[in-house]
């Protein structure tokens, strides 16, 4: 929002208001650090009925538990504001954070949880269905969909996982082939477990009456389902941190870009530390919300480090001083 006051400088300016970085910010703000919040609206799990798995706050829809986690943050002294990071660039003393709307502050560190985006196999249908019926992830939506007809679509690097894992949630479980058709051992792995194989290109979803029905394939045949699992390519939101020389890259595992960071948060420019989807592309709400937690406790150890630093530099030259005026 235009009319939000912002300071000239914060402690720390986290980028990206999601679970991760509403919880590193609620650690900072505790800490009685300044810290500003940048949030551009636009939470992965923004389609979905519910956020599960997350102890305390199972089934609580993902709008609720941001709003939560924004009161929060401001109940410490936190600030939280609407608006997208343009680039962040360094000062030579930290670090200037430039908004879209061409407000900028700066800040002695940097928490990056601006998440991801899935980018979801050129299927028509699929994105009008996306958190609904059409899923990722089975400890997130698995229960919901337990004992239905389930179809994985392969189309990644984790497709035959996604299928032996749905497998657990229920018996009807089909495989379309698609781009991802499973190899000689992975198939016997599938028909092992019961898993129904159909080889294929998807044509398109379809519904009927509002409701996914199933995959049409190109040869016309309709592979009947009450839930489409995709494995989706994971893009991390971080092009603004390219004035930093900071960039994704190919995550190891294939499926997708990720931000790369250390086991305790921080990334290859000091200051910089990401939490989240941004550098863990499969962290749910929980696992997302505890890396900001403890990046945000490493970020307070390294300013609290510097202020050590500077007050040892002032004591030793106060005491320089003394002893030279005792010695005139």
Known sequence: ????????RYDVVVIGGGAAGLNGALVLARAR???LVVDAGRPRNAPADGVHGLLGHDGVPPAELLTRGRDEVRRYGGQVVDGEVARASGDGDGFVVTLADGRTVSAGRLLV???LVDE???VPGLAERWGHEVLHCPYCHGWEVRDRAIVVLGS????VHQARLFRQWSADVTYVSHTVPPDAEEAEQLVARGIRLVDGLVAAVEVRDDRLTGLRLLDGTLVGADAVVVATRMVARAGFLDDLGLRTVEHPAGVGEHLPTDPTGSTNVPGVWAAGNVTDLSAQVGAAAAAGAAAAA?????????ETREAVAVHRALHAVEVGGADA
């Open 33 to 35: 650090r300044t810290v």
């Open 298 to 306: 490493q970020i307070n150890a390294d300013l609290v480090e510097a």
């Open 113 to 115: 949880t601006a998440g």
């Open 1 to 8: 929002m235009l009319t939000a006051e912002l300071r000239d």
């Open 120 to 122: 979801l196999p050129a």
């Open 156 to 159: 990644g690097p984790m497709s």
